[in-house]
Structures are given as structure tokens and as C-alpha cells.
């Protein structure tokens, strides 16, 4: 069974930072790239940032760039996000995806809560 | 960025109806196109990428048309299943964009 799981979300002041964990099983995690999609409360879906299969090629948002850095290690088939300087607008519903070719997102996590708020 | 603009926000229809789902962009994205069906509290699921193509699992009753700027979602026959929010994203350019969505609801 092909699973990510997220974790590492909270409440956390502005300002401050976190960091997210997506654990992968049931594929063989260093062949695929990996997305991070979040979701503010009652809103759409915007996409935050990608790194390739090992991970040498990463991309953001420009709503995230410089303060945001995605990464992973394939030997603990774990991909992570590392939130600095966080702000209000960050709240979201953090996802990670698994990309099925270059840019389409064929597998997702339950997703983890981002609360920012003093 | 590219803009995707959905229409119509929400869809009202009734079991065993047609749903037609729109989704334009503000540039052309060639048929790297693909729709997401999401219901609460729930992750986004991949029904549809480049613009046509079924994903696994994907019933037979969801398909996809379109080319460069202007796509079509359309579910034959609406299952209860089905009452949802559907996305549409472009991975033509950098960065990666979604539409609005559109959300169909039982009428």
C-alpha cells in the first residue's frame, strides 16, 4: 500500500519557526519527486514547493521563497519542510504528494495542521 | 503564473445528471492539464492528468478534454460519491497552479 504520512504541525507564533515531516512506504521513494501542497481554511489549494527524486533540482513558491527549504533523504524515506519567519498567511493544511511525471500529484498525505497565531 | 480560472464556482445537480466543469488558462499550458476531485476533510484525489487520461481507479464515467488554454471535466452520470470540490492544476510553467475550483453540490 502506497502511504505518505505527514507530521509536525502545530500552533506557533509569528515569526517563529517548524519543521514538517512526510514519511513514505509501499514505493521506492528515491525514484520519485515529492510535492508540498497547502490549503488555508475554507480555501483553494496552492502549491509551496517540489524537490526532485534526489533531490538535487528544488522549486518554490514565491510566497515561500527564502523562507522555506524542502528536503530529503531517501535512506529514511522521509521528505521534510523547513519553516522559518513564519506569518498568518502560512495557516494552512500542509499536504505532501507524491509526483507521478513532471508536476501531476497521483498519491497524497492526510495532510498536518499549521496554526499561526501569537 | 499562470492564472486558472474555473467555472461555474458551484454546480447544483441532481443524481444521474451530467456535470460539465470548466477550467481556462491565462496562457496556453498544451495539454499539461490535470483535475482533482477533493471532499472535506479529506485530501485531494488525482482523477484526470494530461488534460485526458484517467488515472488509476479513476471510474470510467470521469473524462477530460481540452488543449491550450480552455478544459473540460465532465462526469457522465453523477454518482452520490460524486458531490465534491474539483481542481484543476497546470504543470506547463513555474510555478505550479490551481483553479479556484468548483464545487458540485446535490440539488
Known amino acids: 500500500q502506497v502511504h505518505l504520512v505527514e507530521s509536525g504541525g502545530g500552533v506557533v507564533q509569528p515569526g517563529r519557526s517548524l519543521r514538517l515531516s512526510c514519511a513514505a512506504s509501499g514505493f521506492t521513494f528515491s525514484t520519485y519527486g515529492i510535492h508540498w501542497v497547502r490549503q488555508a481554511p475554507g480555501k483553494g489549494l496552492e502549491w509551496v514547493a517540489v524537490?526532485?527524486?534526489?533531490?538535487?533540482?528544488?522549486k518554490y513558491a514565491d510566497s515561500v521563497k527564502g523562507r522555506f527549504t524542502i528536503s530529503r533523504d531517501s535512506s529514511k524515506n522521509t521528505l521534510w519542510l523547513q519553516m522559518n519567519s513564519l506569518r498568518a498567511e502560512d495557516t494552512a493544511v500542509y499536504y505532501c504528494?507524491?509526483?507521478?511525471?513532471?508536476?501531476?500529484?497521483?498519491?497524497w498525505g492526510q495532510g498536518t495542521t499549521v496554526t499561526v497565531s501569537s | 503564473e499562470i492564472v486558472l480560472t474555473q467555472s461555474p464556482a458551484t454546480l447544483s445537480l441532481s443524481p444521474g445528471e451530467r456535470a460539465t466543469l470548466s477550467c481556462r488558462a491565462s496562457?496556453?499550458?498544451?495539454?499539461?492539464l490535470a483535475w482533482y476531485q477533493q471532499k472535506p476533510g479529506q485530501a485531494p484525489r488525482l482523477l484526470i492528468y494530461g488534460a485526458s487520461n484517467r488515472a488509476t481507479g479513476i471510474p470510467a464515467r470521469f473524462s477530460g478534454s481540452g488543449s491550450g488554454t480552455d478544459f473540460t471535466l465532465t462526469i457522465s452520470s453523477l454518482e452520490p460519491e460524486d458531490f465534491a470540490v474539483y481542481y484543476c492544476?497546470?504543470?506547463?510553467?513555474?510555478?505550479?497552479?490551481f483553479g479556484e475550483g468548483t464545487k458540485v453540490e446535490i440539488k
Open positions: 524537490i526532485s527524486y534526489d533531490g538535487s533540482n528544488k
Open positions: 504528494a507524491r509526483d507521478m511525471a513532471v508536476g501531476e500529484m497521483d498519491v
Open positions: 496562457q496556453s499550458v498544451s495539454n499539461y
Open positions: 492544476q497546470q504543470r506547463n510553467n513555474w510555478p505550479l497552479t
